[in-house]
């Protein structure tokens, strides 16, 4: 097992200064507990804010730092301004409600953004100082957004995990985030993006598809030369613990005691931490609804509603606190008799055991969040009811509900909705309640904390080979491969047009080349050591139009068509066959086109291209995704092939080889190669090159080429500078 380092925004442990004594201990929480088994036997760090110890004297800071070593955690120590600015104002204060969907809980403004920012790179300057090769780093949650790709671009070879504990919005509201952008540009930088639920995936993929242009392909896309593989997984908890508590008779006596307290009364348990999010109010009123339309449910059902204190500072949340506080005493104010009260609110943390005899004391658990990224407290309470009894409501916006399909599902929205809820699982039939419990006991228990850890690090670990990346043809980089070239007595340089000399362009118009070009062009032309190919896909009458006045050689529809220097347009193919497969395929591209604005058919001789472009990028992506589809039938029957291209489907006649120009080029005139491409169909070309030769992809999709570039900016630099060492 490579060594795993950590990154959160706090540490997994609490510490205390009492009277000049330090204690640090560990903390007890659902993550912590799944990390600390890989975190111990990687001989792993963890990194993240130790919490507020800016009241600490400097020497017990210092112990508190050796405390810590010990355990393997690195403090990051943050300014009571830094967590003010960074955590509260904004990461709590603005990407918390915007990504819960609750709109009217953002700030009318903010200026803390650069806080954020700051705070993020301190993260990654103490995790690069830490960091050694072979690590894998593993980033969690909404406060680190932007730290996975200031690790990139520190540590571009390091094998870095993302994972989101909240959902992750729709478009349409993650687009109202004016820094929509750098999020999305600073998560791109991880190579595993994990989500608890396929739903924020599809979510994630569209956002990204919108902001950067690239495509996702199933659970990966392509992003400046790396595949960043996303995945869909959702989080457990130790069931096991859980389990084994439950079994505890002192805790069962405990149970037993509360149920006592209460009577007769059937209990429906709340547990939340008090955040907005959580759904605390409208589950009160919909119980309040219920004791309103079922009168003799009056002194025979109970609320228990356990709120644990959270931002107790932040202005908000103290509002909200009294806004629960007073509508509990509404209720009770209501209905309570002398000898009952219906809802029993307790404003206060509980231990373990203490929370695992409420669960198991409950009849109902209510689990009703307004929006929640996974909420465990649903999969707490069924690993709790070891005699598969009990009945759990769940919030179909909870990402727990895609996989707790037994449970009673409400519209959180819906307060008439959820009382009539309340009302059913009070009658629910005692085999029908053991039957869902037996299956999401046996769920829980099987999916939980540590198989959540297992699956996420094994797909980091096992995907994308660093070692296999091309280099990046720049500074010291580039003057090796120059070096390289220099004694060779003849150069052949064999280049695609689009998408490498100059930028890609659906459009003949938009491509053509400009002057500095041209004029590059002319001087590699005329240097006597060096033979020029052009290859594009474009048809032969525009690249003799564009480049037809130069001595060089050129290769239209990717090489069908070839014209030698000084030479005539040929064919490289004796029985080019027939073109009866365009008949059957013209009327399908006219279907996709009518039913795409934006894009275009471009037909060559022995190829047919769909251009999208120019259409809505989420829409012209699902519309290639279904041409594809379509065109599987042609495929199979016609001797043509579909190839995937930068916004364009293309079908075109099979034997379209570029490989075959380097041995040809090779047999005019022994010499080196130094191929260079944009697109899936250049690999073949890279293939091709000879040991001693020079491969060089531009763009960000995965290749076998030695080097990569990023635009044709950089492709014209490094001819030159070829040009003067020649």
Same mark, same amino acid.
């Not at 120019?614 to 190839?643: K, N, P, T």
């Given at each position: 097992?490579?060594?795993?380092?950590?990154?959160?925004?706090?540490?997994?442990?609490?510490?205390?200064?009492?009277?000049?004594?330090?204690?640090?201990?560990?903390?007890?929480?659902?993550?912590?507990?799944?990390?600390?088994?890989?975190?111990?036997?990687?001989?792993?760090?963890?990194?993240?804010?130790?919490?507020?110890?800016?009241?600490?004297?400097?020497?017990?800071?210092?112990?508190?730092?050796?405390?810590?070593?010990?355990?393997?955690?690195?403090?990051?120590?943050?300014?009571?301004?830094?967590?003010?600015?960074?955590?509260?104002?904004?990461?709590?204060?603005?990407?918390?409600?915007?990504?819960?969907?609750?709109?009217?809980?953002?700030?009318?403004?903010?200026?803390?953004?650069?806080?954020?920012?700051?705070?993020?790179?301190?993260?990654?300057?103490?995790?690069?100082?830490?960091?050694?090769?072979?690590?894998?780093?593993?980033?969690?949650?909404?406060?680190?957004?932007?730290?996975?790709?200031? +690790? @990139?671009? !520190?540590?571009?070879?390091?094998?870095?995990?993302?994972?989101?504990?909240?959902?992750? =919005?729709?478009? *349409? &509201? %993650?687009?109202?985030?004016?820094?929509?952008?750098?999020?999305?540009?600073?998560?791109?930088?991880?190579?595993?993006?994990?989500?608890?639920?396929?739903?924020?995936?599809?979510?994630?993929?569209?956002?990204?598809?919108?902001?950067?242009?690239?495509?996702?392909?199933?659970?990966?896309?392509?992003?400046?030369?790396?595949?960043?593989?996303?995945?869909?997984?959702?989080?457990?908890?130790?069931?096991?613990?859980?389990?084994?508590?439950?079994?505890?008779?002192?805790?069962?006596?405990?149970?037993?005691?509360?149920?006592?307290?209460?009577?007769?009364?059937?209990?429906?348990?709340?547990?939340?931490?008090?955040?907005?999010?959580?759904?605390?109010?409208?589950?009160?009123?919909?119980?309040?609804?219920?004791?309103?339309?079922?009168?003799? +449910? @009056?002194? !025979?059902?109970?609320?228990?509603?356990?709120?644990?204190?959270?931002?107790?500072?932040? =202005?908000?949340? *103290? &509002? %909200?606190?009294?806004?629960?506080?007073?509508?509990?005493?509404?209720?009770?104010?209501?209905?309570?008799?002398?000898?009952?009260?219906?809802?029993?609110?307790?404003?206060?943390?509980?231990?373990?055991?203490?929370?695992?005899?409420?669960?198991?004391?409950?009849?109902?658990?209510?689990?009703?969040?307004?929006?929640?990224?996974?909420?465990?407290?649903?999969?707490?309470?069924?690993?709790?009811?070891?005699?598969?009894?009990?009945?759990?409501?769940?919030?179909?916006?909870?990402?727990?509900?895609?996989?707790?399909?037994?449970?009673?599902?409400?519209?959180?929205?819906?307060?008439?909705?959820?009382?009539?809820?309340?009302?059913?699982?009070?009658?629910?039939?005692?085999?029908?309640?053991?039957?869902?419990?037996?299956?999401?006991?046996?769920?829980?228990?099987?999916?939980?904390?540590?198989?959540?850890?297992?699956?996420?690090?094994?797909?980091?670990?096992?995907?994308?080979?660093?070692?296999?990346?091309?280099?990046?043809?720049?500074?010291?980089?580039?003057?090796?491969?120059?070096?390289?070239?220099?004694?060779?007595?003849?150069?052949?340089?064999?280049?695609?047009?689009?998408?490498?000399?100059?930028?890609?362009?659906?459009?003949?118009?938009?491509?053509?080349?400009?002057?500095?070009?041209?004029?590059?062009?002319?001087?590699?032309?005329?240097?006597?050591?060096?033979?020029?190919?052009?290859?594009?896909?474009?048809?032969?009458?525009?690249?003799?139009?564009?480049?037809?006045?130069?001595?060089?050689?050129?290769?239209?529809?990717?090489?069908?068509?070839?014209?030698?220097?000084?030479?005539?347009?040929?064919?490289?193919?004796?029985?080019?066959?027939?073109?009866?497969?365009?008949?059957?395929?013209?009327?399908?591209?006219?279907?996709?086109?009518?039913?795409?604005?934006?894009?275009?058919?471009?037909?060559?001789?022995?190829?047919?291209?769909?251009?999208?472009?120019?259409?809505?990028?989420?829409?012209?992506?699902?519309?290639?995704?279904?041409?594809?589809?379509?065109?599987?039938?042609?495929?199979?029957?016609?001797?043509?092939?579909?190839?995937?291209?930068?916004?364009?489907?293309?079908?075109?006649?099979?034997?379209?080889?570029?490989?075959?120009?380097?041995?040809?080029?090779?047999?005019?005139?022994?010499?080196?190669?130094?191929?260079?491409?944009?697109?899936?169909?250049?690999?073949?070309?890279?293939?091709?090159?000879?040991?001693?030769?020079?491969?060089?992809?531009?763009?960000?999709?995965?290749?076998?080429?030695?080097?990569?570039?990023?635009?044709?900016?950089?492709?014209?630099?490094?001819?030159?500078?070829?040009?003067?060492?020649?």
């Amino acid at each position: 097992m490579s060594r795993l380092v950590l990154v959160s925004n706090r540490l997994p442990v609490t510490v205390k200064v009492d009277r000049g004594q330090v204690t640090v201990g560990r903390s007890s929480g659902g993550l912590a507990t799944g990390l600390s088994k890989p975190h111990e036997t990687s001989g792993g760090l963890w990194i993240g804010w130790p919490g507020d110890l800016s009241r600490v004297p400097p020497k017990l800071k210092q112990e508190v730092d050796l405390r810590l070593r010990a355990l393997r955690c690195v403090p990051l120590h943050l300014s009571h301004g830094e967590v003010e600015r960074y955590y509260e104002s904004f990461a709590n204060g603005i990407l918390w409600p915007t990504f819960h969907y609750l709109l009217d809980r953002i700030p009318n403004d903010s200026r803390d953004w650069e806080s954020y920012w700051k705070v993020n790179q301190k993260f990654a300057d103490l995790v690069a100082v830490h960091h050694q090769k072979g690590d894998s780093i593993w980033v969690h949650d909404y406060q680190l957004m932007l730290l996975p790709g200031m +690790l @990139r671009s !520190r540590l571009p070879d390091a094998r870095i995990g993302f994972f989101l504990h909240i959902p992750f =919005p729709s478009w *349409e &509201v %993650f687009r109202i985030l004016p820094w929509r952008q750098q999020i999305i540009e600073g998560l791109m930088g991880a190579d595993l993006i994990g989500f608890h639920t396929s739903a924020y995936l599809r979510h994630f993929t569209v956002s990204m598809l919108r902001l950067t242009g690239s495509e996702p392909n199933v659970d990966r896309v392509l992003y400046k030369g790396r595949e960043v593989r996303l995945t869909g997984l959702a989080m457990g908890i130790d069931a096991h613990a859980f389990d084994s508590t439950a079994r505890d008779e002192l805790v069962q006596q405990e149970a037993q005691v509360i149920r006592q307290q209460h009577g007769q009364s059937a209990i429906f348990l709340g547990i939340d931490r008090l955040d907005y999010t959580k759904g605390i109010p409208r589950r009160l009123l919909s119980f309040e609804r219920l004791l309103e339309n079922e009168p003799a +449910l @009056r002194g !025979r059902v109970k609320l228990i509603q356990l709120a644990v204190p959270s931002r107790e500072k932040v =202005p908000a949340y *103290e &509002v %909200f606190r009294r806004q629960v506080e007073e509508l509990v005493g509404r209720i009770n104010g209501a209905y309570a008799t002398p000898t009952w009260t219906p809802v029993h609110y307790l404003y206060r943390s509980l231990n373990h055991r203490q929370v695992c005899a409420l669960y198991m004391a409950a009849d109902v658990m209510l689990v009703t969040p307004l929006r929640d990224g996974m909420n465990l407290v649903a999969k707490e309470f069924a690993a709790s009811r070891i005699r598969d009894d009990g009945v759990l409501i769940l919030s179909e916006l909870a990402g727990a509900a895609a996989e707790m399909g037994e449970a009673l599902f409400v519209n959180p929205y819906d307060i008439e909705g959820t009382a009539n809820a309340m009302r059913d699982a009070l009658t629910m039939d005692k085999t029908e309640i053991q039957r869902r419990m037996t299956l999401l006991r046996a769920r829980v228990g099987k999916m939980d904390v540590h198989a959540w850890v297992n699956t996420f690090l094994t797909e980091l670990n096992t995907g994308g080979d660093v070692a296999n990346r091309p280099r990046a043809l720049e500074g010291d980089v580039m003057l090796d491969v120059l070096q390289r070239l220099r004694p060779a007595e003849h150069l052949h340089l064999i280049m695609e047009y689009d998408g490498a000399l100059v930028p890609f362009s659906p459009h003949p118009e938009q491509a053509m080349p400009d002057a500095e070009l041209m004029e590059l062009l002319q001087a590699l032309c005329s240097h006597p050591s060096i033979s020029v190919h052009v290859v594009s896909g474009r048809d032969r009458q525009t690249l003799e139009r564009w480049l037809g006045g130069l001595a060089l050689s050129l290769y239209a529809e990717n090489g069908w068509w070839q014209r030698q220097v000084g030479g005539t347009w040929q064919t490289a193919h004796e029985d080019s066959g027939g073109n009866d497969w365009k008949d059957h395929l013209r009327p399908i591209l006219k279907d996709f086109t009518d039913r795409t604005p934006g894009s275009f058919v471009e037909e060559k001789s022995m190829a047919v291209a769909w251009h999208y472009q120019d259409a809505e990028q989420s829409f012209g992506m699902q519309q290639a995704q279904e041409l594809r589809l379509h065109l599987g039938q042609l495929v199979r029957e016609a001797e043509v092939e579909v190839q995937p291209l930068a916004r364009v489907v293309e079908v075109r006649r099979l034997g379209m080889n570029k490989g075959a120009l380097v041995p040809a080029a090779l047999a005019a005139r022994p010499g080196m190669v130094v191929a260079v491409g944009d697109d899936h169909s250049d690999e073949e070309l890279y293939a091709a090159v000879p040991a001693d030769g020079v491969s060089i992809h531009l763009g960000p999709l995965p290749t076998r080429a030695h080097y990569r570039m990023h635009n044709p900016t950089g492709l014209r630099q490094f001819l030159r500078a070829l040009l003067l060492s020649s």
